[in-house]
T-cell receptor
């Protein structure tokens, strides 16, 4: 049971390029969450997905950011035309049930650190 | 909208000291999470609790749902406890977690 796998661990992009971050949830987990941690700041919710559905994207910037969790394959967070302010650590977490439900089953990946030059 | 506030923001301690980190939230929730973020950045879920107290090794978490307050205690602190401790509660939709800004703990020997 490999846990939540994120890749790449580190990604460097120039302004205007695209960044794609991937997250494979734990086996048996159908809920995926993306969080962003800006330098010197706390974690902020971005988006919650289940297979083929975006359930809550209230934390996603309105432009340039998108997320998907296809039927097959990992969840992908895509940032188009990156800017320096996108430099952050992006964490993915997964759970078999909602985090507001009864059990402590939320598992985080190690994060992907994006640096925009 | 649920606001989650932690105190203190930074905490230094000598090895062996008893540590307390506090967390308050603004709306009623069914459960609260305590997380630990290591200096390398990895995040580990320590506790999820909805009432009373939970204990794991030297870590103890308590919650008072009526007062909307939770505490994380570390007994006999050790330098390896140095990390950022984060509390988190569900958003109003129950679809994701809202995080406190974290408490940076540094334990010296």
């Amino acid at each position: 049971n490999a846990g939540v796998m994120q890749n790449p661990r580190h990604l460097v992009r120039r302004r205007g390029q695209e960044a794609r971050l991937r997250c494979s949830p734990m086996k048996g987990h159908s809920h995926v969450y993306w969080y962003r941690q800006l330098p010197e700041e706390g974690l902020k919710f971005m988006v919650y997905l289940q297979k083929e559905n975006i359930i809550d994207e209230s934390g996603m910037p309105k432009e340039r950011f998108s997320a998907e969790f296809p039927k097959e394959g990992p969840s992908i967070l895509r940032i188009q035309q990156v800017v320096r302010g996108d430099s952050a650590a992006y964490f993915c977490a997964s759970s078999p049930i909602l985090p507001s439900a009864g059990a402590n089953v939320l598992t985080f990946g190690a994060g992907s650190r994006l640096t925009v030059l | 909208k649920n606001e989650v506030e932690q105190s203190p923001q930074n905490l230094t301690a000598q090895e062996g000291e008893f540590i307390t980190i506090n967390c308050s939230y603004s709306v009623g929730i069914s459960a609260l999470h305590w997380l630990q973020q290591h200096p390398g950045g990895g995040i580990v879920s320590l506790f999820m609790l909805s009432s009373g107290k939970k204990k794991h090794g030297r870590l103890i978490a308590t919650i008072n749902i009526q007062e909307k307050h939770s505490s994380l205690h570390i007994t006999a602190s050790h330098p390896r406890d140095s990390a950022v401790y984060i509390c988190a509660g569900p958003n109003q939709a129950g679809t994701a977690l809202i995080f406190g800004k974290g408490t940076t703990l540094s334990v010296s020997s």
